[in-house]
């Protein structure tokens, strides 16, 4: 695979119950380097580009009032194979169905406060992170 880039979002229960850090520490020794990261208070226009292929989804309205109810940390990471290596340490959208160990099965509270939020593929890293960061913020080192 080669290295490769991701992109995530602590999301605001976890801003909220002072868990950047912990989370942080988990995905840095997972063997994640850092290439953004900051603390954020999205705008209604950010999440909805965020969140755009559920527009229509039941929990919708729900999720864009979530994202934006409080500071976020989005951020750019790299490891090999990164996407789909994230996905799976992070564990399944539902808490309650996330292997034990993963981040959203320790810290997750429900569907939507489920910890943090990771994009799905190569191409959904492209155009979300963009979303958060210009160019130059995403440091190359
Ligand atoms: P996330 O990775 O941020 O991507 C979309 C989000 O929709 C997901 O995590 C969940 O927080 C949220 N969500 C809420 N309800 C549902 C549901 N029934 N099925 C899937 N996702 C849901």
Redesign the pocket.
């Known amino acids: 695979m080669g290295l490769e880039r991701t992109f995530a979002i602590l999301k605001p229960e976890t801003v909220e119950r002072r868990l950047i850090g912990e989370v942080v520490k988990r995905i840095e020794e997972a063997g994640f380097k850092v290439l953004a990261l900051k603390l954020v208070w999205a705008s209604r226009e950010q999440a909805e580009k965020l969140?755009e292929v559920?527009l229509g989804k039941p929990?919708y309205p729900?999720?864009i009032n979530h994202i934006t109810s409080g500071p976020i940390v989005p951020m750019v990471l790299e490891a090999e194979n990164a996407v789909e290596k994230l996905r799976t340490f992070i564990g399944a959208?539902d808490p309650a169905k996330a292997e034990p160990g993963t981040i959203r099965r320790d810290l997750g509270l429900s569907?939507?406060k489920?910890a943090i939020?990771?994009a799905d593929s190569h191409e959904s890293y492209e155009r979300e992170h963009k979303i958060f960061f210009a160019t130059e913020e995403i440091l190359n080192y």
């Open positions: 969140y559920h929990f729900e999720l959208t569907i939507t489920n939020h990771a």
